[in-house]
């Protein structure tokens, strides 16, 4: 690579003095490995970088023209394509072939790589980005996935945690060893820290000393509690 930053124009590119056979296709081929070695260098796992580089060429190969070409009706087309058909693909697999496109419009219009001066120079004509909001799916709360399996509005989980929270009191209540099962459930992806019941607050306090101030405890506290056998 030519220049200080990975994913710079190659320097058999930019010699004058060396001829390109087919140069729309062996400069497109430097792109796609220029983006490669940017996104290396940046740290991505190489499945996604495979994926990406994937994707813009299937997208070139689609529109029959190269990026110093490429118009936003492009990725319009390609993107209605891809949606349509027998087997449609998810709102979350074009949200990120769009992203894609756009990643790698980015980098060929950024100035630390140089294509825009190179590609004005060999062809007359210069890349741009082509994906905006307009012509690209945008990231919502209620198409992020399929309606069977969105997330819990905040007043669901709530009653979820009321009820939870119900039942661990009514089986401590009730004398059961089950209430430490049901505290474990309740505490399950919420803080470390829960609200016990007040009674078993009171036989903390009287047995183990700890002389609580506040209802949150944590999981040691429960273990102790347990071990005491309350």
Not at 13 to 19: F, K, R, T, W
Not at 168 to 195: C, Q
Request: aromatic share 10%; charged share 30%.
């Amino acid at each position: 690579m030519d220049g200080g930053a990975p994913g710079f124009v190659p320097r058999v590119l930019s010699d004058p003095a060396v001829g390109l056979f087919r140069a729309d296709e062996r400069v497109f081929d430097a792109m796609l490995d220029g983006w490669r070695a940017q996104m290396l260098a940046r740290g991505l796992a190489v499945e996604t970088i495979e994926t990406r580089c994937r994707l813009v060429r299937r997208f070139q190969e689609f529109c029959g023209e190269f990026p110093w070409q490429w118009r936003p009706v492009d990725i319009g087309d390609f993107l209605s394509t891809r949606r349509s058909g027998d087997r449609p693909i998810s709102l979350t697999t074009l949200r990120s072939d769009s992203n894609a496109v756009a990643m790698f419009c980015a980098y060929l219009t950024h100035p630390a790589y140089g294509w825009t001066d190179f590609c004005e120079k060999a062809f007359g004509d210069i890349p741009s980005q082509i994906c905006f909001d307009w012509n690209r799916p945008r990231h919502t709360t209620d198409d992020a996935v399929p309606a069977g399996r969105r997330t819990f509005t905040k007043k669901e989980l709530q009653r979820l945690f009321d009820y939870q929270d119900d039942l661990v009191d009514r089986e401590h209540a009730a004398g059961s060893k089950r209430w430490l099962p049901a505290y474990r459930a309740a505490s399950f992806g919420r803080s470390r820290e829960r609200v016990l019941p007040a009674a078993q607050r009171a036989a903390l306090d009287r047995r183990s000393g700890i002389g609580l101030r506040a209802p949150c405890v944590t999981w040691d506290v429960i273990i102790r509690l347990h071990q005491a056998g309350r």
